[in-house]
C-alpha cells in the first residue's frame, strides 16, 4: 500500500539552529498535510499543500511541495523551545473519505 | 465553533477485560469520523473510519471494533483486551470533503496489564 517515509526519525538542535524534516514517497502524491503533536498531547494541523512546487510559509515555518509531487519538507527558521513536538506529514487519500497515511513522524528537541 | 472530545484520558484496564472510548463532535453535521491508535514514539495508525451513522470500515484486522450510533458520536470498543491493545487513541473528525485536515481530540492513553 501506500507508504510516506519522513526522516530523519530524531533531531536534537540548540535553540537558534534551523530544522529541516523531509517527507517521501515512491508514488505521487495528491496532496501532503502536515502536523505537530507535542509532547503528550494531539496532533494539530500546520498547512496542507496541493499544487506541484507550491510553497507556504507560517512565520519561521517553510513548507514545501516538490515538483513531482513525491515529496515534502517542513523548514523551521531559528527553532524555538516551543517548537519541541513531533512532526507528521500525512497524505489525504480516498477522495471525501479523507483518510490519512501518516509518516512515522520527526521528533524535535530544542536545547535552550 | 466545532469541538470534539474524547474520554477518558486515560486508562489501565486488565489483560481479558472489555474496553469502550468514546468520542462526541459538536458544532458541525455529517462528519467523518476516524479512530487512529498511536504505539509509543511511533506514527498514527488508522483503525476505522466513518462516513455516516452505521458505516463503519476497518482499515487494520484487530481485536478491536468500532461503532456510529449516532451522527456525532463514535465508540471503539473491544471484548477482551490483549496486551498488545496498549497504546494511545485518537478520534479524529474532518468535513467529510477531499482535502481537508482533520481535527484530533486529545486522546486516551491505554494500559492493558
Known amino acids: 500500500g501506500q507508504q510516506v517515509m519522513q526522516i530523519p526519525q530524531y533531531q536534537h538542535v540548540q535553540e537558534g539552529e534551523d530544522f529541516t524534516t523531509y517527507c517521501n514517497s515512491s508514488t505521487t502524491l495528491s496532496n501532503i498535510q502536515w502536523y505537530k503533536q507535542r509532547p503528550g498531547g494531539h496532533p494539530v494541523f500546520l498547512i496542507q499543500?496541493?499544487?506541484?512546487?507550491e510553497v507556504k510559509k507560517q512565520k519561521r515555518l517553510t513548507f514545501q511541495f516538490g515538483e513531482a509531487k513525491k515529496n515534502s519538507s517542513l523548514h523551521i527558521t531559528a527553532t524555538q523551545t516551543t517548537d519541541v513536538g513531533t512532526y507528521f506529514c500525512?497524505?489525504?487519500?480516498?477522495?471525501?473519505?479523507?483518510?490519512?497515511?501518516f509518516g512515522k513522524g520527526t521528533k524535535l528537541s530544542v536545547k535552550p | 465553533s466545532q469541538t470534539i472530545h474524547q474520554w477518558p484520558a486515560t486508562l489501565v484496564q486488565p489483560v481479558g477485560s472489555p474496553l469502550s472510548l468514546e468520542c462526541t463532535v459538536e458544532?458541525?453535521?455529517?462528519?467523518?469520523l476516524y479512530w487512529y491508535r498511536q504505539a509509543a514514539g511511533r506514527g498514527l495508525q488508522l483503525l476505522f473510519y466513518s462516513v455516516g451513522i452505521g458505516q463503519i470500515s476497518s482499515e487494520v484486522p484487530q481485536n478491536l471494533s468500532a461503532s456510529r450510533p449516532q451522527d456525532r458520536q463514535f465508540i471503539l470498543s473491544s471484548k477482551k483486551l490483549l496486551l498488545s491493545d496498549s497504546g494511545f487513541y485518537l478520534c479524529?473528525?474532518?468535513?467529510?470533503?477531499?482535502?481537508?485536515?482533520?481535527?484530533f481530540g486529545q486522546g486516551t492513553r491505554l494500559t492493558v496489564v
Open positions: 499543500l496541493v499544487k506541484s512546487g
Open positions: 500525512a497524505e489525504s487519500y480516498g477522495g471525501s473519505q479523507g483518510n490519512l497515511i
Open positions: 458544532g458541525t453535521s455529517n462528519p467523518n
Open positions: 479524529a473528525w474532518n468535513w467529510g470533503l477531499e482535502n481537508t485536515e482533520a481535527f
